[in-house]
């Protein structure tokens, strides 16, 4: 039988879970175990499966069964004394402490009969609690420094975690590729953009990415908490940093493109009312469906010279009736002229019916003119 040494860190797979045991392969005819309880998430669902590769360190042996886990927990700890705790401080093997209390610079930490001391720089990562709410409780470590026969104890909740988050992220790289698509939740709204969790991996969702169509406020169409779906578009993973890592993502991929076929529904000379969507200095951005703007030229702007202000001149959100010029499909750019309104043309066409009735002919203007 392969002899371990109390702290010694494997690689394994998963062969069978029992209802309180994992059962893991050792090439052996002993059998290697992890208790079950290490693998459950806090709604107690098991987040391994059969044939999951696992890191797990050898704790103990009993006849023909070995044992191990994930973390050290306190009772181990007590029951193996200061043997495991040198082997977990020489493999990395995180061990579990309760801390008592604040002594100068950090806490003290008991780690089943000795005690220990972490920094207060070392205790949490991304979301540090005040140093009173980690006083009585239970939290995991990594042993930086143990001298002096276990005399001297020096642990590290911050380094766990950290390396914690490194395994996800590097799992998660291989999960999150470019140009697939995954469920995600907004977790913070912020004026370029939204934050997304995708597997526990915070995605940034730009607010040009967001729609086909503008937005200008996030708040407007997203929520905290909001389901949604979501294409990753880039990915920058950091091996050496892994929590540096970025990934990117679209919800305006999975949308159908509206500038899809149209040409063809807005061929030139075509009247659309529309509403101004933008105005820049060289022209109107005029909204004339869901997700397409074109432009109106200032040049094509009566009475508007190219010293005009025309923010001050036209506002956002106001009517403005435009002809079709030109399209360019390919480019997604569409000319626009300015057109008289739909109104105009109802009257001006009323008109000419009351003048055609009364003349008995089409509306001739000398014609009226020499009548009065």
């Known amino acids: 039988m392969k002899g371990f040494q109390i702290g010694e860190e494997i690689e394994t797979t998963v062969v069978q879970i029992s209802n309180d045991t994992v059962f893991i392969d050792l090439g052996l005819k002993s059998e290697g175990f992890v208790d079950k309880s290490e693998f459950l998430d806090k709604d107690g669902n098991i987040t391994i499966k059969e044939g999951d590769k696992i890191k797990v360190y050898f704790v103990s042996s009993n006849r023909d069964e070995l044992h191990f886990t ?7 700890a007590a029951a193996a004394g200061l043997e495991i705790l040198e082997n977990a401080y020489k493999s990395g093997l995180p061990v579990e402490g309760k801390v008592e209390g ?17 920094p207060y720089s070392q205790m949490g990562y991304k979301n540090r609690g005040e140093p009173s709410s980690y006083i009585g409780k239970n939290v995991s470590f990594i042993i930086t420094e143990y001298k002096n026969e276990g005399k001297n104890i020096i ?9 914690e988050e490194a395994q996800k992220i590097t799992s998660l790289s291989k999960e999150l590729e470019v140009g697939k698509t995954f ?9 370029y953009g939204a934050f997304v969790d995708i597997n526990g991996f915070q995605a940034l969702l730009p607010i040009s990415e967001i729609s086909h169509e503008r937005v200008s406020d996030v708040a407007s169409v997203l929520s905290v908490g909001q389901k949604i779906e979501v294409k990753i578009i880039k990915a920058e993973w950091n091996d050496e940093r892994p929590d540096r890592s970025k990934v990117s993502v679209s919800t305006k991929e999975l949308e159908a493109d509206p500038w899809d076929g149209v040409a063809e529904r807005f061929p030139a000379g075509t009247k659309i009312s529309g509403s101004v969507a933008r105005v820049a200095p060289f022209g109107l951005f005029i909204s004339i469906a869901k997700g397409i703007d074109g432009l109106v030229h200032i040049s094509a702007l009566s009475g508007v010279t190219a010293n005009s202000n025309l923010k001050k001149m036209f506002k956002v959100g106001e009517a403005f009736d435009v002809v079709v010029d030109s399209v360019d499909e390919d480019e997604k750019r569409i000319s626009l002229l300015p057109a008289t309104s739909e109104k105009q043309d109802d009257d001006a066409s009323e008109f000419l019916s009351k003048q055609k009735a009364d003349d008995g002919d089409t509306y001739n203007p000398f014609a009226a003119l020499l009548k009065k």
Request: proline share 2%.
């Open 183 to 191: 469920p995600a939740t907004v977790v913070s709204l912020q004026s």
């Open 70 to 76: 994930t973390r050290l927990s306190a009772d181990k």
């Open 155 to 163: 642990v590290s909740n911050r380094k766990l975690l950290e390396n």
């Open 102 to 118: 604040e002594i100068k610079g950090g806490f003290e930490v008991k780690l089943g009969a000795a005690r220990a001391f972490c």
